[in-house]
């Protein structure tokens, strides 16, 4: 029996720029961190004493003799791509899907950690990353950036860059006590509306060419959002206030990212004390993030009663298999 645990990550900087239609021809860049919320991945092979040679436990449960069979994408792809058979595998998570925490790209990362372990294998984080790339923008063919498969197979407080050439990933240096101090001026709400990424993704793509400056506008604010935690002699309100402006560009590529509700939601949040926040994920759905000093936080959290609070901590580990068995 093999076991993975890998997180989810929450992207504040950058979205959109991930994009290969985009970084291919301009650089992009984005700023995330994975959280201590996890996808629990358990595989282990399954004996031929059943009435089927594959059983699948997810949101739905399947039990089928052919690969074929599967109608989950990635777990079919996967399995077909690296010649698995006779798997049992059961997948559960800290967060739900469709939230806008990368939970589809983990999944993706914590599965193939366990695939090959199970064959014994070992594979590097950024092999790992680059496998769940391939499984899910080609294999499954489902439009997209790339930095939520990087983010959760790494793990961490990073600043990944994109070019035509690769990408890196180079971990934040936080100014002394800031990184905690951001950690607690975080707040996470779930809006309880869900939506499946690739859909608002495969609009947003045709749209990569009609944002470029908006998109080159994003990635810039890396670098301020960068120098924001660096730089002890600036003030970490400027990020909450960041975030904000990056909001209102992101909001501005696709009139699915957000929606009245959302909008109304967000408003409310400014207007009881955040100084600013974002839509995670593609949009459409999911998560609201804000940033707000704790001398306001209660009245944030009056404001959004109706919406579910997350609490997280920042995680450094990316995707490991913690059972083998």
């Not at 951001?182 to 993704?201: A, C, D, H, K």
């Not at 400014?270 to 993030?289: M, S, V, W, Y």
Request: charged residues 25%; glycine residues 8%; proline residues 2%.
């Amino acid at each position: 029996m093999i076991i993975s645990k890998t997180p989810v990550r929450m992207s504040f900087f950058g979205g959109g720029t991930d994009f290969p239609e985009f970084f291919n021809r301009h650089h992009g860049a984005v700023i995330s961190t994975t959280i201590d919320k996890y996808c629990h991945v358990n595989v282990r092979e399954l004996p031929g004493l059943f009435e089927y040679k594959t059983y699948l436990s997810y949101a739905q449960i399947e039990k089928v003799n052919s690969t074929d069979e599967i109608r989950h994408p990635a777990i079919r792809n996967a399995m077909k791509w690296l010649e698995l058979e006779n798997i049992c595998l059961n997948y559960d998570a800290d967060i739900p899907a469709k939230t806008g925490l990368g939970t589809s790209s983990a999944f993706s990362v914590g599965m193939l950690n366990a695939f090959y372990t199970m064959q014994g294998i070992e594979k590097s984080k950024r092999e790992l990353a680059d496998g769940a790339i391939y499984l899910e923008r080609t294999l499954c063919d489902e439009d997209g950036g790339i930095q939520d498969q990087i983010a959760s197979a790494f793990g961490g407080f990073n600043r990944i860059d994109f070019s035509a050439d690769g990408y890196t990933v180079t971990p934040v240096e936080f100014a002394e006590g800031k990184k905690q101090q951001l950690n607690e001026n975080l707040m996470l709400f779930f809006t309880g509306l869900s939506r499946f990424s690739f859909q608002v993704q495969k609009s947003t793509k045709k749209l990569l060419d009609k944002n470029t400056d908006r998109l080159i506008s994003i990635y810039k604010m890396v670098d301020e959002a960068e120098d924001i935690l660096r730089n002890p002699n600036r003030s970490l309100d400027d990020f909450g206030l960041l975030l904000n402006e990056t909001w209102i560009q992101k909001r501005g590529i696709n009139s699915e990212i957000s929606t009245d509700y959302i909008d109304i939601s967000y408003q409310m949040a400014i207007d009881a004390g955040a100084l600013g926040g974002k839509l995670l994920g593609a949009g459409g759905g999911g998560c609201l993030l804000f940033y707000v000093t704790p001398d306001k936080q209660a009245a944030v959290r009056s404001a959004l009663s109706e919406m579910h609070e997350v609490k997280f901590k920042f995680e450094n580990e990316g995707t490991k298999i913690i059972c083998r068995d």
